[in-house]
């Protein structure tokens, strides 16, 4: 099995991090198991640590005032929530939950903090693979606003396909257990109008949905419409 420090190397937010570097942020990190439709945190809570995913798959999402579930991100192995990171105070702006059994890697705040009081190389480089994160989120919520649903889907099957799909040739397979009200939520959109997008690029020959996931045939016809 790959060693701690090699799998924490592997995160993008500690990609630039050396060895010595990476020992010290070793020192501070808990593996953590997690079962399906687990919580991990709920939105409003005091924000203690943050996390990172080496196997599974965790949904992130908010209720709004008339109970709703609003689904905000998807994430799989190597991805970190909440994205705001390390560098604020205020309580989580969401819920996670476990999709698929999970295991997590954790990093209490006060623990980092204390890590960049020792080492402040370490801060600089993580603060500017956050930035880059945060221009990434920023370019999500301009496509949600300035563009109509069919191509806000097409963005966003294209998004998974290449954060989380396998791939062979044309053919994509986004292996995460997600339902249309999920997708929908993620889109921006209703279940209702969802399906219909849906139903037209299975008509097209483009993909097929089941309970495992996604299969997209044919990934470039699908960019065409991008």
Known sequence: MPHMMDILRGLPLFSELNDEELKKLEAITKKKTYSKRQYIFMEGEPREAVYFIQKGSVKIFKVDENGNEQVINLLQKGEM?????????TPYPATAEIIETAE??????????????????????????????LLNLQQRVQELISQ????????TL????DEVGETNDQEVRINMPITNQDFANMV???????????????????????????????????????
């Not at 929530?81 to 105070?89: C, L, N, V, W």
């Not at 890697?105 to 994160?133: S, T, Y």
């Not at 294209?158 to 396909?161: G, M, S, T, V």
């Open 148 to 155: 109509d649903t069919f191509h806000r889907t097409v963005r």
């Open 158 to 161: 294209l998004r998974l396909a």
């Open 81 to 89: 929530f909440p994205h705001i990171g390390f560098f604020d105070t």
């Open 188 to 226: 921006g959109s209703t279940r209702e109008t969802i399906n219909r997008v849906l139903g037209q690029l299975k008509k097209e020959g483009l993909l097929e949905t089941d309970r495992h996931g996604i299969f997209i045939y044919d990934l470039q016809k699908l960019k065409n419409y991008h």
């Open 104 to 133: 997590l890697f954790v990093i209490r705040i006060d623990d980092f903090d204390n890590l960049l009081i020792e080492q402040p190389a370490i801060a600089l480089k993580v603060m500017k693979i956050m930035g880059q994160k």
